[in-house]
């Protein structure tokens, strides 16, 4: 009896202690619980190995070999959903404690399903809309074994010399928040464990996308004001809305480069944002910094960028090299090695890595039709109406009879896919050309000349192909632009004009005195103001993904009006930049009487003011700019008050009338002006919009509320403060004064 009590005392006590040892594995345990039991069982080789991601182009035993022994915690382009499997298998079959891998990929602007570039994206100021591309895309992606993305990007880009424009939301905080926040959510959903959600990174934090000349990988000089009141805004959005992971980015920022920048990696992310999830560095971002000038050797490189809170490493091993031993010598602490592979696991763990190793989504979902639905609304919506002259747009298919579709990007299915499209294929691209010959081929003679070998050709081989089919049709659709690979990484311009002989393309074909209808396609603003006047009509579709065709088609033939308006200002010319809305006044702001310069030919100065003698100092096109193809009247701006307190909400109204004839969508905008501070304050900020969808005739009230918040800035001693003073407030169809509306209140 005695005996049968220890014997079931012993096992008792035996299973406690299994049950304990099992604690990381156990799915219905605390998720901070099963991190300290894992780490408390990882050797420091196990923990360097965490911090550790790998490109994979190619499968290798070398790697396998690696996998089993723990020394790597992540691949990026980790190939076929085959290989991921082989991978994971080996992860958490082989090595001692059986960690998951996470397997990231560039999935930045859909899948398969490609979607319009993020700036295109950006362009439908529709959150909910781009929520349900990002859902798309994470299915998509997660059906081959992805966990994890690289986006959203959101980098305020005032500069479109930048390639990295177009993977942005464009040069607004208040836009690229609301938009970055809601691509995050599309990627991980409610529950990051559920089989069609992927982990997001919103990168590349932070200041990339203010590099000197627009020039990629250049020295940033962001003040901290700046930083905090524009730069670091969309991430900290992105931090409150839940985003997995963020990237380290490659630049130089005040002097120390983003990727071992104790300021921004260490106070702000994780101190005051108290961020507990992973930053991965950008590739090879580490071993840069010797580059830089910031790290004498790869050791130095590792110090740096993990004391400042670089948790896993990209592509480079200066970690996996170095970290032991400087550890060893106290470089390095071991509580920060355990903080920081702490949050990789936090993510694998949320992720239901431990649990459900693949995290494969079973359900088939590529490139269905709900899919291509969801791709083609976001390209309609993303496509911005410059030009209208005469109402040439839409086209009235009862008046063509021979229609002439010209140009090098009516039928390019792989540049119409934009950059960063890894895993896009041209053939399930519709295009302009196969859209329009679908929908009207059988009422219309269909005539269609490439005229130009590719976007940047500089013969004129094809110029008599195009103006005999131009001859003879009564409307000329001419697609220019941009072709992919003029945008992106590294793909930077000093030149913004339409490439090649595309300007004298224009100029012949315009001489046919033919409605010309240009169509540019483009990673960035161009600067095309020299031909603006030569054709009737002027759409900006971006690079707008596999749908298209369709959705330029809809557009151009009236079945839905355009509704997208510009996230970022046009210059007329390179030499503006930098260019954009939410400027400070300076002391001597030009006036209007000193507008009406053309483009390059210098005048007599006309007094000292901040312009320029050979340019207008406006935009050719400013923020939130977009045209419809009805047009709308606001009316009735009204406050709730004229003066309030600081916990006090303003209510704004407005009407917005639909006063044409066709039925549109509208996107509404609010901004405020604080004109007077202990700094200096931008003309204009956006605080608010809202899109709504209005009948012809049609009047609907927009209500917005403002609170303290909106008011609120960082002085000049970094408190964020809202100031008692007098503030404008503003609401219409676009950043330029003309279309908008204004209030005065008082803060008090
Ligand atoms: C470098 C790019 O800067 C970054 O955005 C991307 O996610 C990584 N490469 C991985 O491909």
């Known amino acids: 009896m005695f005996n049968f009590i220890r014997l079931s005392a012993l096992f008792f006590f035996l299973n406690i202690s299994l049950f304990f040892a099992q604690i990381y594995k156990n799915p219905s345990e605390n998720i ?46 980790a190939g076929s959903k085959e290989d991921k499997i082989k991978l994971q298998t080996v992860a958490v079959s082989k090595s001692r404690l059986g960690i998951p891998l996470i397997f990231g990929r560039d999935v930045i602007h859909g899948y398969k399903t490609v979607l319009p570039i993020p700036l295109g ?75 069609n959600t992927i982990a997001a990174c919103a990168k590349h934090y932070v200041g990339y996308g203010a590099a000197e000349g627009g020039r990629d990988y250049n020295t940033t000089l962001i003040p901290e004001g700046e ?88 592509v480079t091993e200066n970690y996996k090299t170095h970290l032991t031993q400087l550890i060893n010598s106290g470089k390095v602490k071991v509580e920060w090695i355990d903080t920081l592979v702490a949050g990789i696991l936090r993510v694998k ?57 010209v140009g090098p990007l009516a039928d390019a299915p792989a540049d119409q896919l934009g950059t960063w499209s890894l895993d896009g294929n041209p053939a399930n691209v519709i295009t302009p050309l196969k859209a329009i010959k679908k929908e009207f081929g059988h009422k219309l003679k269909i005539y269609y000349s490439k005229a130009m070998e590719t976007p940047r050709s500089n013969d004129r081989k094809y110029f008599n192909d195009a103006l005999e089919i131009a001859g003879k049709s009564d409307c000329v659709l001419l697609f220019l632009g941009e072709d992919a690979m003029l945008s992106g990484e590294t793909h930077c311009r000093a030149f913004l004009n339409l490439p090649g002989k595309q300007e004298e393309l224009i100029d012949e074909l315009s001489k046919l005195g033919k409605p010309l209808i240009l169509i540019i396609l483009a990673g960035r603003p161009l600067t095309f103001g020299n031909v603006a006047n030569k054709v009737n009509s002027i759409l900006y579709a971006w690079h707008p993904g596999i749908m298209g065709g369709e959705a330029i088609s809809d557009i151009l033939f009236g ?16 030499g503006q930049i930098p260019i954009y809305y939410n400027h400070k006044n300076t002391g001597r702001p030009p006036s209007p009487n000193q507008l009406g310069r053309t483009l390059g030919t210098p005048e007599n100065p006309d007094g000292y003011a901040s312009y320029y003698l050979d340019v207008d100092y406006t935009p050719a096109y400013p923020f939130g700019y977009g045209l419809t193809y009805s047009s709308l009247k606001y009316s009735n701006l009204s406050l709730s008050d004229k003066t309030i307190k600081l916990d006090d909400t303003l209510q704004v109204s407005v009407s917005v009338t639909n006063t044409g004839n066709f039925r549109t969508k509208e996107i509404v905008e609010l901004y405020i002006r604080d004109l007077y501070g202990s700094i200096t304050r931008p003309v204009k900020e956006l605080k608010g919009f ?59």
């Not at 781009?130 to 980098?155: L, N, Q, R, Y």
């Not at 079945?559 to 390179?574: A, N, Q």
């Open 690 to 748: 809202k899109k709504i969808d209005l009948a012809p005739g049609e009047s609907r009230k927009v209500k917005f509320s403002l609170s303290a918040e909106d008011f609120k800035f960082y002085d000049i001693n970094m408190n964020y403060i809202a100031e008692p003073g007098e503030f404008e407030i503003f609401v219409g169809g676009s950043s330029n004064d003309k279309d908008l509306l204004k209030e005065k209140i008082i803060l008090k």
């Open 121 to 195: 994206q950006a362009s439908t100021w529709n959150p909910d809309l781009i929520k349900k591309g990002a859902e798309v895309a994470a299915a998509e992606a997660s059906e081959d074994g992805i966990h994890w993305t690289f986006a959203p990007m959101i980098d305020i880009s005032r500069d479109p010399r930048w390639g990295r424009i177009a993977e942005s939301c464009g040069e607004d905080p208040f836009l690229a928040s609301v938009m970055g926040s809601a691509m995050i959510h599309g990627f991980q959903g409610e529950n990051l464990a559920a089989p």
């Open 32 to 77: 901070e619980k099963r991190i300290s039991d894992l780490l408390n069982r990882m050797t420091l080789q196990e923990k360097i190995g965490q911090m550790q991601q790998y490109n994979l182009w190619e499968m290798n035993d070398k790697v396998l070999e690696e996998v089993a022994d723990g020394k790597v915690g992540s691949f990026l382009n």
């Open 349 to 405: 763990f949320k992720l239901g890595l431990f649990d459900n190793p693949f995290g494969i989504n079973p359900s088939k979902t590529t490139l269905t039709n709900t899919n291509k639905k969801i791709a083609k609304e976001i390209a309609t919506e993303s496509i911005v109406l410059l030009q209208n002259r005469n109402s040439t747009l839409p086209l009235n298919i009862d008046k063509i009879n021979n229609l002439a579709i």
């Open 559 to 574: 079945k839905v009006s355009p509704s997208g308006k510009l996230p970022v200002t046009f210059p007329r010319t390179v």
């Open 227 to 314: 930083l905090r009141n524009i730069y670091l805004k969309p991430f900290q959005a992105a931090v409150k809305t839940g985003v997995a992971t963020l990237m380290s980015a490659f630049n130089d920022l005040n002097g120390v480069p983003a990727t071992g920048n104790n300021f921004t990696l260490k106070k702000i992310l994780r101190k005051e944002w108290l961020y507990d999830g992973f930053v991965v560095s950008d590739w090879g971002a580490v071993s840069e910094m010797i580059n830089h000038g910031f790290a004498k050797d790869g050791e130095e490189a590792a110090v740096k960028a993990v004391n400042a809170g670089v948790n896993m490493e990209m």
